[in-house]
């Protein structure tokens, strides 16, 4: 038996010790052409080189300490390739609309305004279903108005998510490829719904049904970086921003979000910026400081505003916010078909995006110029402050006129 024992333990240790942890590894471009060999040397295994950045991923046995790796020749960084959460839903007491007082309900049956919101879909008065086809937040940022003068064709937006059901009738006609980071080979096909929904705020077609985006004739381009469960690796996230500037993307948009950054990232924000490419990213829906990788400077970090012009209370804020969006109770594409309506600082983060592909189409060239068009257009809200709002919410007539 004590022999038993003693084989099983063992079994254990060598089980424990075979297994493999994942590192982001970046590293002086001199040395480019060996650091495979370098890796190898320690007992490593490189699984995804970056094209972009001096930036690689490798596998290494457990018993490999970082210190090792860092004492190979032009190895600059070491990070975990943590696999992490990386979208979380808004309380589920903000995902529901309330219903309107008396003397609100009054007001709205005499003026025929404030039946945008999904609950009010089977009693709302009959009106022009151009109108109709006008999600709530979509109205607040007053598109419609910019639609005569552009409405986003031929701009290229990457959604980097979750992927996109791109079967959609309001996402299908402006479908026009992406890529599968979790999944190499594969298609970008929406397993979860989270990037569907974000997809139909930037661009859902106008087509006098379901709902249209921001930006209804702009290219989408899905990419997936996140799995059924919301959640991917760091190094999903920095091929999905690669994927971007190699297909010469005009915006990204990013409703995802994280505690921490790493070294790569903040390398591949930057070189994304460098592209021209402007990188429009959720806040968070922590109501603390500004989550990763909004929080990087080349980033248009998106908080989010509720109907009535307040900041959603799961919204995260800080100095790093550039605009504020529509972002509660955002009525948009469901995976599968049809239609829901979800809150976040992912929901707002598509009105911006959408904005932003707006301003392209209008001539601003670069992503310095996208921001600096998006702070121009905007204006504060009565009662916020800067650093839950930035410049306020945008216009987007402003944009194009």
């Known amino acids: 038996m004590k022999k038993l024992v003693t084989l099983f333990a063992g079994l254990m240790l060598a089980a424990a010790t075979a297994q493999a942890s994942q590192k982001i590894i970046t590293f002086d471009h001199a040395y480019k052409g060996a650091i495979d060999k370098s890796i190898e040397s320690v007992g490593g295994k490189v699984t995804r080189k970056f094209q972009v950045i001096d930036a690689l991923v490798a596998s290494f046995p457990d018993d490999v300490k970082d210190a090792s790796i860092y004492s190979l020749k032009g190895v600059k960084s070491v990070d975990e390739d943590r696999y ?9 007491s903000m995902n529901s609309v309330p219903l309107p007082s008396v003397e609100n309900a009054l007001n709205m049956i005499r003026t025929g305004e404030g039946w945008e919101a999904p609950i009010f879909a089977e009693i709302r008065a009959e009106v022009d279903p151009a109108v109709k086809e006008i999600p709530w937040g979509v109205k607040r940022v007053n598109a419609a108005a910019a639609w005569d003068y552009g409405a986003g064709k031929g701009v290229k937006v990457a959604i980097i ?18 890529w599968n980071a979790v999944t190499p080979g594969a298609t970008p096909m929406d397993d979860q719904g989270h990037g569907t929904h974000v997809s139909g705020t930037i661009g859902a077609i106008k087509d006098l049904k379901g709902v249209v985006g921001v930006a209804p004739e702009a290219d989408l381009y ?24 190699n297909n010469g993307m005009d915006v990204i948009n990013m409703s995802l979000g994280g505690g921490s950054g ?9 070189k994304a910026h460098e592209a021209g490419i402007a990188i429009v990213c959720a806040a968070g829906n922590d109501s603390g400081p ?9 980033a248009i970090a998106i908080s989010a505003s509720d109907s009535g012009d307040k900041i959603a ?11 504020i969006a529509p972002g509660v109770s955002v009525y948009s594409t469901k995976k599968g078909g049809g239609y829901t309506s979800m809150s976040g ?6 009105h911006a995006a959408g904005l932003a592909a707006l301003a392209v189409g209008a001539g601003a ?21 800067p650093v839950q709002q930035g410049a306020g919410l945008v216009d987007a007539f402003k944009l194009v006129r």
Not at 84 to 92: F, L, M, S, V
Not at 313 to 323: C, D
Not at 365 to 385: I, M
């Open 161 to 178: 998510d979750t992927g996109m059901d791109f079967t959609h009738p309001d996402l299908a006609p402006h479908y026009k490829g992406g």
């Open 290 to 298: 500004v989550n990763y990788p909004a929080k990087y400077p080349q």
């Open 222 to 245: 899905a990419v997936k970086v996140l799995d059924k469960n919301g959640s991917g690796q760091y190094s999903w996230i920095v091929a999905g921003i690669e994927w971007a500037v």
């Open 365 to 385: 060239n670069g992503a310095e110029a996208v921001r600096a068009a998006l702070k121009n257009a905007a204006t504060p809200l009565p009662g916020l402050t």
């Open 262 to 270: 790493t070294e790569a990232l903040k390398l591949i924000m930057e």
């Open 84 to 92: 992490i959460r990386w979208i979380e839903a808004a309380p589920a």
């Open 313 to 323: 209370s799961f919204s995260s804020r800080g100095a790093e916010i550039v605009i």
């Open 345 to 350: 600082t992912s929901m707002a983060c598509p």
